[in-house]
């Protein structure tokens, strides 16, 4: 291994000051204004010593006793520190030379949340509703996302495409902050052709791919359907790489579900999990899960983290970035010798007469 005064000598300093440099971290510059003020006090606590000696004796007599006084020991090891300090600073901020365009490859999965909005998911016994809790866990797991491309998409009689496959976060955000029943035109709950409008809106297949097994589709909802035959459109997704985890939300007993504002009142309408439908639509699917909450919780950003994130990806761009070649080494090498330096000069501040 290389020792810090190898690694100093070895490099042509010349050409390294002649490079661009920045500080990826600056806020750490600021810690070298605490060098002065370590040299000043060791200065301080040097001259306190001296002067506590003289009340004991004359210098005469402390120079026979111990030997004369090495004055320029202090301010060496001072200025030993001070620099150590600086040097510590600097490699802290982060310093960087020679910028460069590399092309950085984006893998990643695509992930559309497909979204029970009917009316059914107003329902209570999850606070402060089914559908609002289910926006909460959605927006928890967007900042877990890394590369992938997140997609939304509203359903119960009909669907909507609120958010194409982005990698825009805020967009995706903006649209799950408008989810809701009037985000669709048709009550009801038609899992099966929601699940087919997603396949032919969203996952659209602009190539043929030899391993497309890089798909999700997250589905939350009660489970409540009205014969959309969605396990046979869940196979169908599944034949074509898309891999189907469904969150059941809701009580098993049932909910009372909340009147519409025009409404007479005259019935009551009860909605509860149908957990039976959506296990076999998630297990319809290759690899599919079926997740039962139910009128607890989950952790989705977990869920993100051991299923999906690392599971097969494909390219998502190819982007350039400008990227900087690390010099801190150099500076936690030289705050080394200083260190050492200082630790080599005999702590006393007198040496022995002869």
């Known amino acids: 291994m290389n020792s810090p005064v190898h690694l100093l000598a070895a490099y042509d300093f010349a050409e390294l000051l002649g490079q661009d440099w920045r500080f990826a971290e600056p806020q750490w510059l600021a810690l070298a204004w605490a060098s002065p003020a370590l040299g000043i006090a060791m200065v301080y606590v040097s001259s306190r010593i001296t002067r506590n000696e003289s009340l004991i ?7 026979s006793l111990i030997g ?3 004055r320029w020991n202090t301010w060496i090891k001072a200025v030993a520190s001070m620099l150590a300090v600086v040097a510590i600073s600097i490699a802290a901020a982060q310093p960087q030379t020679d910028p460069h365009e590399v092309e950085v490859v984006a893998k990643g999965r695509d992930v559309v949340f497909l979204v029970d909005v009917s009316r059914s998911m107003l329902a209570r016994d999850v606070s402060p ?3 609002e809790k289910s926006k909460l866990w959605i927006n928890d797991l967007v900042d877990e996302l890394g590369n992938d491309r997140v997609g939304l998409v509203a359903f119960s009689g009909s669907s909507a495409v609120l ?19 009037k985000s669709v035109l048709v009550g009801g709950t038609n899992i099966g052709d929601a699940i087919r409008k997603t396949m032919d809106m969203v996952f659209v297949d602009n190539e043929i791919e030899t391993n497309n097994n890089f798909r999700d589709l997250v589905l939350i909802t009660d489970g409540e359907d009205q014969e959309s035959l969605p396990i046979e459109a869940a196979r169908l997704a599944g034949a074509r790489g898309v891999r189907v985890i469904a969150i059941g ?8 579900v909340p009147m519409k504002p025009d409404s007479n009142g005259s019935q009551t309408v009860v909605s509860k999990l149908e957990s039976g439908t959506l296990r076999a639509i998630a297990a319809a699917s290759p690899g599919g899960v079926y997740l039962e909450v139910g009128t607890g919780t989950i952790d989705l950003a977990q869920v993100y983290r051991d299923l999906i994130s690392n599971a097969d990806q494909r390219e998502i ?29 005999p ?8």
């Open 317 to 345: 761009e190819t982007t350039t970035q400008i990227q900087y070649a690390e010099r801190f080494m150099f500076f936690v090498a030289a705050a080394l010798l200083f260190i050492v330096f200082d630790m080599l000069i």
């Open 163 to 181: 958010s194409p496959l982005t990698t825009d976060r805020l967009f995706f955000k903006l649209a799950l902050e408008e989810l809701s029943p």
């Open 129 to 131: 509703s089914r559908l």
């Open 347 to 354: 702590a006393g501040t007198r040496r022995a007469l002869t």
């Open 68 to 70: 004369h006084r090495r």
């Open 57 to 63: 004796a004359d210098d005469a007599m402390i120079d």
């Open 249 to 256: 939300i809701g009580s098993d007993r049932g909910a009372n």
